[in-house]
């Protein structure tokens, strides 16, 4: 198994300003994820961020508003920029270990942009 | 695309009582599929999965088998307690090495001493 931190659990926040969440995996992983859970909704990818490439954005998701880093196998960033209240939501940095490819996730950061 | 359906709720119940949770899913192949639990306040957990048709998971006092001929995984718990208060969400990954996962909706699920 996997266990993952995320540091704010959670903060309220300007509109206009920018967040930066951390995440950090109590091992070496390949394959980690970013979520986004908006109040009463499911789970949204927002991108995967393998070590060693560039993140890939699903449709939706822009680097620009999205910035995210991976400088080793077990951290890694995600900002969330020029911040709107459509931003409030939970995110939730996650992971897949290798076979049998089970997907373990951290306990979120609630964010509220006011 | 992959997608999966789940029973809306809230779901209501006393404690004690017998719980279903409808899952029925899409999906090319033979996807895994899983329950996953987010209890308030907290990140989701893996509840359990089942890799192949007619497997069952099981974890916790919670069921789920594998249907591929009704494409479903219906979770069941035979005697719900206070602490299962808590979203559930069904989901599935394609099969062959790791694929995306794809969520339903999540299930709210209350129980009431």
Same mark, same amino acid.
């Given at each position: 198994?996997?266990?993952?931190?995320?540091?704010?659990?959670? =903060?309220?926040?300007? +509109? @206009?300003?920018?967040?930066?969440?951390?995440?950090?995996? =109590?091992?070496?992983?390949?394959?980690?994820?970013?979520?986004?859970?908006?109040?009463?909704?499911?789970?949204?990818?927002?991108?995967?961020?393998?070590? @060693?490439?560039?993140?890939?954005?699903?449709?939706?998701?822009?680097?620009?508003?999205?910035?995210?880093?991976?400088?080793?196998?077990?951290?890694?960033?995600?900002?969330?920029?020029?911040?709107?209240?459509? =931003?409030?939501?939970?995110?939730?940095?996650?992971?897949?270990? =290798? +076979?049998?490819?089970?997907?373990?996730? @951290?306990?979120?950061?609630?964010?509220?942009?006011? | 695309?992959?997608?999966?359906?789940?029973?809306?709720?809230?779901? /209501? !119940?006393?404690?004690?009582?017998?719980?279903?949770?409808?899952?029925?899913?899409? %999906?090319?192949?033979?996807?895994? !599929?899983?329950?996953?639990?987010?209890?308030?306040?907290? &990140?989701?957990?893996?509840?359990?999965? %089942? /890799?192949? %048709?007619?497997?069952?998971?099981?974890?916790?006092?919670?069921?789920? /088998?594998?249907?591929?001929?009704?494409?479903?995984?219906? !979770?069941?718990? &035979?005697?719900?307690?206070?602490?299962?208060?808590?979203?559930?969400?069904?989901?599935?990954?394609?099969?062959?090495?790791?694929?995306?996962? #794809?969520?339903? #909706?999540? #299930?709210? !699920?209350?129980?009431?001493?």
């Amino acid at each position: 198994s996997a266990v993952i931190s995320q540091k704010p659990s959670r =903060d309220i926040c300007q +509109r @206009g300003t920018s967040l930066t969440i951390q995440c950090q995996v =109590d091992s070496q992983v390949t394959m980690m994820f970013w979520y986004r859970q908006q109040p009463g909704q499911s789970l949204t990818l927002i991108a995967t961020a393998n070590q @060693g490439s560039e993140a890939t954005y699903e449709s939706g998701f822009v680097i620009d508003k999205f910035p995210i880093s991976r400088p080793n196998l077990t951290f890694s960033t995600l900002t969330v920029s020029n911040m709107s209240p459509e =931003d409030s939501s939970i995110y939730l940095c996650s992971v897949v270990l =290798d +076979r049998p490819y089970e997907q373990y996730f @951290g306990p979120g950061t609630r964010l509220t942009v006011t | 695309g992959n997608s999966v359906t789940q029973m809306e709720g809230p779901v /209501t !119940l006393s404690e004690e009582a017998f719980l279903t949770i409808n899952c029925t899913y899409t %999906a090319t192949g033979y996807p895994s !599929l899983f329950w996953y639990v987010q209890y308030p306040g907290e &990140g989701l957990q893996l509840l359990l999965k %089942a /890799t192949k %048709a007619d497997d069952k998971g099981s974890n916790k006092g919670f069921e789920a /088998t594998y249907r591929k001929e009704t494409t479903s995984f219906h !979770l069941e718990k &035979g005697s719900v307690q206070v602490s299962d208060s808590a979203v559930y969400f069904c989901a599935l990954s394609g099969s062959g090495g790791y694929q995306k996962v #794809t969520f339903g #909706t999540g #299930t709210k !699920l209350q129980v009431i001493p």
